[in-house]
């Protein structure tokens, strides 16, 4: 039986999977995400969607390469935030959460999650379809035909309205260290939820893994979520 690895130390995702009732297995990635971003930028500045993208799918395929992760579907996921076309990751200190949500509050940005679903059954997955650096992100190896389809890729932008929360209550929030290694400085699904107005688009996309998108992609490779339902 094919199993499907998330390629991922977050709670929040592992948290989407298990609430969808989806069985899984877990294997961290060891990518180095600002080597990838340079390598496939080549000097010039990536999109917030296409860097999560790429992001997502070095995860995968950086996961789909080792031995034990033979004979299974593997999922890459990372967010990316958007405010004013400027790009954010994660804040990592309080100052610089601080500083994030004084320029949010009351204004509305876009949270970028690329999801990227690799077969690592496929002997040619590594060896002959491992474009970390390149930027271009298309479903499938370029020039496969559908039918051998190796990976495939997906990014869910969701808009996200903050509200205006008091210096005093930013503070608080970033010295909870909630948000300090979550794209953007806020979650959707703690304590951030009091500071966030609305969500346009798809909320667990926002807290990090959409699981109408893992279908999506898992019809790519001629199978469903319900496979993987516990």
């Known amino acids: 039986m094919t199993r499907l690895v998330l390629a991922s130390q977050s709670p929040s995702r592992r948290r989407v999977l298990d609430q969808a009732g989806v069985v899984f297995d877990v294997e961290v990635s060891s990518v180095d995400e ?62 610089v959460a601080v500083e994030r949500w004084q320029q949010m509050r009351g204004r509305t940005g876009t949270l970028h999650t690329g999801h990227w679903l690799v077969d690592a059954g496929t002997a040619a997955t590594t060896a002959e379809h491992s474009w970390l650096g390149s930027a271009a992100m298309t479903k499938g190896p370029l020039g496969v035909p559908e039918s051998t389809l190796t990976s495939a890729g997906e990014t869910v932008s969701s808009q996200v309205r903050f509200a205006e929360p008091s210096d005093e209550q930013i503070r608080a929030y970033a010295e909870s260290g909630e948000a300090l290694h979550c794209a953007g400085a806020f979650t959707l699904e703690g304590r951030g939820a009091a500071f966030i107005d609305r969500v346009e688009g798809d909320p667990n996309a926002v807290i990090g893994l959409s699981p109408a998108a893992l279908n999506r992609l898992l019809s790519e490779f001629g199978r469903s979520i319900t496979d993987f339902w516990t």
């Open 34 to 95: 600002p080597a990838v971003v340079e390598a496939a930028s080549a000097g010039a500045e990536l999109g917030a969607a296409e860097t999560a993208l790429l992001l997502a799918r070095a995860k995968a395929e950086a996961v789909a390469a080792l031995p034990a992760s033979r004979n299974t579907l593997v999922l890459g996921c990372d967010s990316v935030f958007e405010l004013d076309g400027v790009t954010y990751g994660k804040p990592y200190e309080v100052d």
